[in-house]
RNA sequence: GGGCGUUUAGCUCAGUUGGUAGAGCGCCUCCCUUACAAGGAGGAUGUCGGGAGUUCGAGCCUCUCAACGCCCACCA
């Protein structure tokens, strides 16, 4: 870095002028590449790969932070950390969008066929591939790029490849023909989880199927009467004393003549619309299900694109008209016909497709299937026996709830980006192979099916690192990876596949912690959305209040329990202003670092404000290793935030203002003032990398080269002080009461009076230590005493004003009394669980049984407690003294 | 139908084993005190959704009611 004279830098932060500029020092300087054969213990996140197509948003902005805070925490604390970037091809939606582009030079994919239409989606995707993740630099990312990996790259094709054939040979890939979701729109077939439902106002129609040879009918109450000719019975509850004569007999079905029997089912319910259902199942999943257990052949009535068929039992008029248009001259014809008996408005839950939103079509078709009830049960094991865990556990629940009613996995699309099924089958015999390659080419095409793009991110935390080679360096070194760190909406998709992905096939849980944070929402909590127009752009946003800035104030706002985070622009300045508070106390700092020395502080010339920073410094440390390690980010970032500002800001910094003026303790300040500053902006780099990087080159006479790779400040006890720490406190309590009272008295600040604090003369002893701080900080020109047995007046207003000079009583600066009482409870509870914990300890039974973590942890306990308690019978001895 | 979450200061939300309610923003008063007005100092503001219970003591634990939100299931 270019060395910088302190007085030229601007008193605003630039955020803008330093990013660019720090990030390229850390890509330069290769700080980010992971060293597969360091000795150091390995620390490794993937990244959720974003959509190729995707444009950076705040949920991304969100979730790469959160990820490069736990890389670069542990980057500084000792691991050899690995963070692999990359992107999903994302089969449906790049499809579509390279099909809109099409579109505008009035082509279809198939007017392309499909060889040409890839080579379009490659170039497509070549050219925007690095796009996003170039997106991510400006978050300061510090991910390895050397890395980058692609879900249909080479690598993660012969993986997919292996895997599928692999899942087959072991029986637990299958085809076969079931009701699947179908998407008219896409074209294709799509998973469960890929269905949205949302409530819909619709109809119930009660339609008469006239008996055959008798009179009398039945009547059906169905919400899809289009399916009608796809009908092959009517079933009826066999308890129903409704129906219970008609079953067996037979009906025929409206408008087509066709005739079907009436079945008894227990899936009926009695109490439902008739009591009587039709039975369609090429078009309905419980229907289906009826069929296959009575027989039924189904009967297709409505193609892939969502259109009557053209088919014998299909009424001609109908034929190629769409499921709505048809529905509605179906109920017209019937009503016209007097097959139509009643209406009924009613609300149900319609399937949609999570991608474009158009209504499902339930559909049987031929398609492959993962079977995961027993690749499930080594995925409910891992999360039960604790070698998985989710922050915050709840989602363990919601994992392991949908884990145990696994229903198996449609993974074949009918779409052409993407990875095409590895079966061949003979032109001529259609013998099916499942294998890697094509076995020969001359005689065996490959399905032309592709693979759910989840499929290859189900892979990624061992795709990426060179399975199935397991020899790999990569894979010795960052496999299992250690953290996943990602939204709830997911894990169904996503987490849940990988688990039982990596279980299967590395024989290893993928990663140890799956942590869930909530999802950004626009501040009236709806989800952001490009069609809403709610979206806030994190790019614009870095533009604006800076990278660091974006970074504070998003983590400030993760909440431990993984709440969603209500998010409008506003909220950065938060962050914004944060940042040029770190800049300007460092501008501060560095201008009168003149003179100092790069040894270690003089312990024997602390004063009490020293110790007292030093000992707040030392907690805030533990603190946030402590929390890191418990991932409640936000909470790291409250207490740095309030360490940084109220602690070293306020209080430090002017008070080092005077103890700068003084000779004698002029350069040991400059050693505290220059320590604390070099430690805090360590604990604040992992949430904002770029501020903390400038300002810390600037420090002089620091070791080291970069603070991306100086040790992350711990715990040490050498450091605390709690004695000064709790007499330091006596004395911001005396001197904002000073404040108080001179305000209070209209006082202008740019007076300097005098006082007389009038007490018991004992009590002097403890203002003379601290007059110096008084007389600046409260602006007090001369500190008088005199006895406290004059009369004590009531509180505050008591204060008497003349000539500039305040007589106070000093219960009106600060109430010993209540303080002692104060301190005397803390020790009260101090000793009473201290007593219950001995009382632990001291029972045989505890000892016997509990765990040999909880007794150390009882006992470190005690200890601790100990050492509180003398320092507080200490306090309590002075303040009586 | 099942599950989960939320309800705390005007707004947005923190509150880790029960121990005298916190932050940011906003608001009021004063201040350009030579790091910072994106700042400094001082201040006001809450029967912690309602009710009941356990406890010496409950924002936190138990039960119950209510409102809002989400997920899963999917009765045609």
């Known amino acids: ?140 990312a510090s991910f390895d790029r050397s890395r980058e990996r692609f879900t249909f790259d080479k690598g993660c ?27 008219p729109r896409c074209n294709s077939a799509i998973s469960d989880v890929e269905t949205e439902y949302a409530t819909e106002q619709g109809h119930m129609w009660e339609i008469s199927y006239a008996l055959k040879g008798e009179s009398g009918a039945i009547i059906v109450a169905t919400t899809r009467p289009e399916t009608m000719f796809g009908d092959v019975a009517i079933a009826v509850h066999p308890s129903d004393h409704k129906y219970s004569e008609l079953i067996g007999k037979t009906v025929i079905i409206p408008l087509s003549g066709r005739e079907i029997p009436i079945i008894a089912d227990e899936y009926v319910d009695k109490n439902f619309g008739t009591g009587a259902v039709k039975i369609t199942p090429a078009h309905d999943p419980n229907d289906f299900e009826v069929g296959k257990r009575h027989n039924l052949k189904p009967i297709w009535v409505i193609d892939t694109e969502g259109k009557m068929k053209a088919c014998g039992e299909v009424p001609q008029q109908f034929h190629g008209l769409d499921r709505y248009e048809a529905r509605e001259k179906i109920v017209g014809l019937l009503s016209y016909e007097n097959f139509l008996l009643r209406t009924r408005e009613h609300e149900h839950n319609v399937g949609k497709c999570q991608r474009c939103g158009t209504t499902i079509e339930p559909l049987l078709s031929e398609q492959w299937f ?50 095409q099924i590895p079966a061949y089958y003979h032109k001529v015999t259609g013998e099916m192979v499942v294998a890697k390659e094509n076995p020969d080419p001359e005689n065996y095409v490959q399905d032309t099916d592709c693979l759910d793009t989840w499929f290859s991110s189900g892979l990624w935390p061992f795709s990426t690192m060179g399975w199935p080679d397991t020899d790999s360096d990569d894979f010795k070194k960052f496999y299992p990876t250690s953290t996943l760190v990602t939204g709830f909406d997911i894990i169904f998709f996503w987490v849940a596949r990988m688990i039982t992905m990596g279980l299967e096939f590395t024989g290893k849980a993928p990663f140890s912690t799956v942590f869930i944070h909530g999802l950004i929402r626009d501040e009236k909590g709806q989800k952001m959305s490009k069609s809403k127009g709610n979206t806030i752009d994190p790019v614009k946003i870095i533009d604006k209040y800076g990278c660091d800035a974006l970074r504070f104030t998003m983590t400030s706002l993760c909440t431990y329990g993984g709440q969603d985070i209500k998010m409008s622009e506003e909220r950065f300045e938060y962050g914004r202003n944060f940042a040029n508070k770190i800049w300007n106390a460092s501008r501060f700092v560095l201008m009168n670092l003149d003179g100092v020395d790069d ?42 935030y309030d ?95 000073l404040r108080n009272i001179r305000q209070s008295f209209n006082i202008s600040p740019a007076v300097k009076c005098d006082i007389e604090i009038r007490a018991a003369l004992k009590e002097k002893v403890v203002f003379e230590a601290i007059e110096a701080y008084i007389k600046r900080l409260a602006r007090v020109e001369n500190i008088s005493y005199a006895d406290g047995s004059a ?84 306090l309590i001895k002075s303040l009586n003294s």
């Open 1 to 140: 870095m270019t060395a910088t004279k302190i007085n030229d830098l601007p008193t605003v932060y630039d955020a803008k002028a330093t990013e660019e500029d720090i990030y390229k020092f850390w890509e330069e300087g290769g700080y980010f590449k992971a060293n597969a054969k360091s000795k150091k213990p390995a620390y490794s996140i993937v990244i959720p790969p974003p959509n190729v197509t995707g444009v950076l948003h705040m949920g991304h902005a969100l979730d790469e932070t959160l990820q490069d805070i736990l890389i670069r925490y542990h980057r500084m604390s000792g691991y050899e950390t690995l963070w692999v970037p990359g992107t999903d091809h994302a089969g449906l939606a790049t499809q579509n969008v390279v099909e809109k582009n099409l579109a505008k030079e009035g082509l279809s994919r198939y007017d392309l066929g499909r060889e040409k239409f890839i080579e379009k989606t490659w170039e497509w995707t070549n050219k925007h591939k690095g796009a996003i993740l170039d997106q991510c630099k400006r978050l300061g």
């Open 157 to 183: 094709s012969d993986a997919v490849k292996e895997v599928f054939v692999r899942l087959y040979e072991k029986g637990l890939i299958y085809k076969g023909k079931y009701i699947v979701n179908w998407c």
């Open 370 to 419: 993962v079977k995961m009830e027993p690749l499930a049960r080594e995925a409910i094991k891992a999360v039960k026996d604790g070698r998985i865990k989710f922050i915050p556990d709840r989602w363990e629940k919601n994992y392991l709830g949908w884990m145990e009613n696994i229903r198996d996995w449609c993974i074949s699309r009918q779409i052409w980006w993407g990875h």
């Open 599 to 640: 040894k270690d502080i003089d312990f024997d010339k602390l004063t009490i404000a020293d110790k007292w920073i030093l000992d707040k410094l030392n907690k805030t440390a533990k603190e946030v290793n402590e929390n890191i390690k418990d991932f409640r980010i936000g909470e790291v970032a409250h207490i740095l």
């Open 643 to 737: 360490f940084f500002w109220n602690s070293y800001c306020d209080w430090y910094v002017e008070i080092a203002k005077i103890q700068l003026q003084d000779g004698s303790l002029k350069l040991n300040t400059q050693r505290v003032l220059k320590y604390v500053l070099d430690m805090a902006l360590r604990m604040l780099h992992p949430i904002m990398p770029h501020i903390t990087e400038r300002v810390w080159q600037l420090i002089p006479k620091t070791s080291g080269d970069a603070i991306i790779v100086s040790d992350f400040p711990v715990y040490s006890d050498t450091f605390d002080f709690p004695k000064e720490a709790q007499e330091m406190e006596l004395v911001f309590e005396t001197i904002t009461s």
């Open 791 to 874: 009369p004590v007046p009531p509180k505050s207003a008591s204060a008497v004003v003349s000539a500039s000079k305040i007589v106070i009583p000093l219960a009106d600066l600060i109430d010993l009394d209540a303080e002692t009482a104060r301190q005397q409870k803390k020790l009260d509870k101090l000793l009473s669980e201290k007593k219950s914990l001995e009382g632990r300890i001291n029972n045989p039974k505890f000892v016997a049984n509990a765990p040999q973590e909880l007794i150390q942890q009882t006992k470190t306990r005690i200890a601790e407690i100990e050492i509180q308690e003398k320092n507080i019978t200490d």
